[in-house]
């Protein structure tokens, strides 16, 4: 089992950047491929990045293509979403996500296919 924390969340202008973390705990034995999803309110959970257990394979929603970058540091067990170019409709509450991963290519895309999330981390983009 996984356990997931988040951090570097927090307030900015738009046009601004943040740098989120995410900290794996636990069986970090196993490879895990991992993402980030965004809840805004009153809307559902959408997707945001993905990456695959070697890290050397990525994925992004096409809003945040050019803007996002979705990294991970194996050695320190952390993850992390680059982003930058900030606008007010990236305003969300910020979650990763781990699932166990056969191959060390596959990324994940949607909410159903992680078990394991974090607590969130809340970013908000001022106009």
């Known amino acids: 089992q996984v356990q997931l924390v988040e951090s570097g969340g927090g307030a900015v202008q738009a046009g601004g950047s943040l740098r989120l973390s995410c900290a794996a705990s636990?069986?970090?034995?196993?490879?895990?491929?991992m993402g980030w999803f965004r809840q805004a309110p009153g809307k559902e959970r959408e997707f945001v990045a993905a990456?695959?257990?070697?890290?050397?394979?990525?994925y992004y929603t096409d809003s945040v293509k050019g803007r996002f970058t979705i990294s991970r540091d194996n050695a320190k067990n952390t993850m992390f979403l680059q982003m930058n170019n900030l606008m007010p409709e990236d305003t969300a509450v910020y979650y990763c996500?781990?699932?166990?991963?056969?191959?060390?290519?596959?990324?994940?895309?949607?909410?159903?296919?992680?078990?394991?999330w974090g607590q969130g981390t809340q970013v908000a983009v001022s106009s």
């Open positions: 996500a781990a699932r166990f991963a056969q191959y060390s290519s596959t990324r994940y895309t949607t909410s159903k296919e992680y078990p394991t």
């Open positions: 990456i695959s257990s070697s890290g050397g394979y990525t």
């Open positions: 636990g069986r970090t034995d196993s490879t895990y491929a």
